[in-house]
């Protein structure tokens, strides 16, 4: 599987961005896809995941309630929704797979990893 994220930018605190991980290869809808991200000087942290069929997502606690993750296998894509968008989640974002039923946040697991994208939120 190969991964793209892409849609990152720059936009002001409380605005919005979506984001995409765009996949190829075989069997994508089999896969686990989560989001992380890596702000300079940080460890890289958990965002959110879902589940392969899309019915169970699982989020860190930094972005509960403000992002949300959904996918389309038909177009072999996952969307990261993020709303109400703070100066502490300007990062790095990157997309994750892997091939797992259920939902987990443990970024050494994942197996195939997309290139990132950059967001960066203004005061």
């Known amino acids: 599987v190969q991964l793209q994220a892409s849609g990152g930018g720059l936009v002001q605190a409380g605005g919005s961005l979506t984001l995409s991980c765009a996949a190829s290869g075989r069997a994508f809808s089999d896969y686990l896809v989560g989001w992380f991200r890596r702000a300079p000087g940080k460890e890289r942290e958990f965002v959110a995941c879902i589940s392969w069929s899309g019915a169970t997502t699982y989020y860190g606690d930094s972005v509960k309630a403000r992002f949300t993750i959904s996918r389309d296998n038909a177009n072999y894509t996952v969307y990261l929704q993020m709303n109400s968008l703070k100066p502490e989640d300007t990062a790095v974002y990157y997309c994750?797979?892997?091939?797992?039923?259920?939902?987990?946040?443990?970024?050494?697991?994942?197996?195939?990893w997309g290139q990132g994208t950059q967001v960066t939120v203004s005061s």
């Open positions: 994750a797979a892997d091939y797992y039923l259920g939902v987990h946040p443990v970024a050494s697991s994942y197996d195939y």
